[in-house]
């Protein structure tokens, strides 16, 4: 696969969410990604991220949006109930509008507000055309120097300990081939016995040691999926700092606050 040029991406905004979130009830919204932040809703923050980066031609949003989201949106996509339905109902709509040759998605969730056109073009940029899947990670430390004080779920490998990004990149030609694999490992997450049987006991036994390193991770994920998955480094904190809890509401607060020129 050749990389496709610049502007050759589309995006799946993922903005549903469970209709009874309490964080979501609390301020007054039917979902999180309506929250707002900065006065607008956090949606639209990454919405205009995508616009601004150059970098994404069409955007399909998945979810309940507000009239100034609607602008910034080419396919809107009822709400399905659950992420990886989402994500299906999502790269669908894409596809049924035409997709480029090469062209690959975007996905990107709704709940990143402090994310910049810069960081999403560079890490599009920086995709591996080979991949059919990339995953965006964040180093613990780039973290902790960015947003002091956040509250984040990390894996230690040999090369660090890092935390997953709120955004991956996927050829949309082979959704239909690791989707299936994909649920059944979600399916798996609450069942250790079962988790562990996926993943393989060494692989496990490593990652519990601290001795496994990305491409290990990079390719047992990439025989569990059935496609190539490559892992993506990214020295950008806000594409791993999502907004599920007033402190992050209050932390995203801030920085736009600061952000904003006096």
């Given at each position: 696969?050749?990389?496709?040029?610049?502007?050759?991406?589309?995006?799946?905004?993922?903005?549903?969410?469970?209709?009874?979130?309490?964080?979501?009830?609390?301020?007054?919204?039917?979902?999180?990604?309506?929250?707002?932040?900065?006065?607008?809703?956090?949606?639209?923050?990454?919405?205009?991220?995508?616009?601004?980066?150059?970098?994404?031609?069409?955007?399909?949003?998945?979810?309940?949006?507000?009239?100034?989201?609607?602008?910034?949106?080419?396919?809107?996509?009822?709400?399905?109930?659950?992420?990886?339905?989402?994500?299906?109902?999502?790269?669908?709509?894409?596809?049924?509008?035409?997709?480029?040759?090469?062209?690959?998605?975007?996905?990107?969730?709704?709940?990143?507000?402090?994310?910049?056109?810069?960081?999403?073009?560079?890490?599009?940029?920086?995709?591996?055309?080979?991949?059919?899947?990339?995953?965006?990670?964040?180093?613990?430390?780039?973290?902790?120097?960015?947003?002091?004080?956040?509250?984040?779920?990390?894996?230690?490998?040999?090369?660090?300990?890092?935390?997953?990004?709120?955004?991956?990149?996927?050829d949309p030609r082979l959704?239909?081939?690791?989707?299936?694999?994909?649920?059944?490992?979600?399916?798996?997450?609450?069942?250790?016995?079962?988790?562990?049987?996926?993943?393989?006991?060494?692989?496990l036994l490593k990652l519990?040691?601290?001795?496994?390193?990305?491409?290990?991770?990079?390719?047992?994920?990439?025989?569990?999926?059935?496609?190539?998955?490559?892992?993506?480094?990214?020295?950008?904190?806000?594409?791993?700092?999502?907004?599920?809890?007033?402190?992050?509401?209050?932390?995203?607060?801030?920085h736009l606050k600061a952000?904003?020129?006096?």
């Open positions: 696969m050749t990389k496709p040029p610049a502007g050759q991406w589309s995006a799946v905004v993922l903005g549903g969410g469970d209709p009874g979130d309490p964080f979501a009830a609390a301020h007054g919204v039917p979902v999180k990604a309506l929250i707002p932040v900065g006065g607008v809703p956090m949606a639209l923050h990454v919405l205009r991220a995508l616009r601004a980066s150059r970098r994404v031609a069409r955007v399909a949003y998945v979810g309940p949006t507000t009239p100034e989201m609607d602008g910034l949106i080419d396919e809107g996509v009822t709400d399905h109930g659950t992420l990886l339905s989402n994500l299906e109902a999502g790269v669908e709509a894409l596809a049924g509008a035409g997709l480029a040759p090469g062209e690959r998605v975007l996905v990107v969730t709704a709940d990143i507000p402090l994310v910049t056109p810069g960081q999403l073009a560079e890490v599009l940029d920086a995709a591996p055309p080979e991949a059919a899947l990339v995953y965006p990670v964040v180093r613990r430390g780039d973290c902790e120097r960015a947003f002091p004080g956040v509250k984040r779920t990390y894996a230690s490998l040999r090369e660090g300990t890092f935390t997953g990004g709120n955004v991956f990149l996927l959704i239909g081939q690791f989707l299936p694999r994909l649920r059944a490992v979600l399916a798996a997450r609450k069942a250790p016995l079962q988790l562990a049987a996926l993943i393989g006991p060494g692989i519990l040691t601290r001795r496994l390193t990305v491409r290990e991770l990079e390719n047992r994920v990439s025989a569990l999926l059935g496609v190539p998955a490559r892992a993506l480094i990214t020295g950008h904190a806000a594409i791993g700092t999502d907004v599920d809890k007033d402190a992050d509401l209050r932390l995203a607060e801030a952000d904003v020129p006096t």
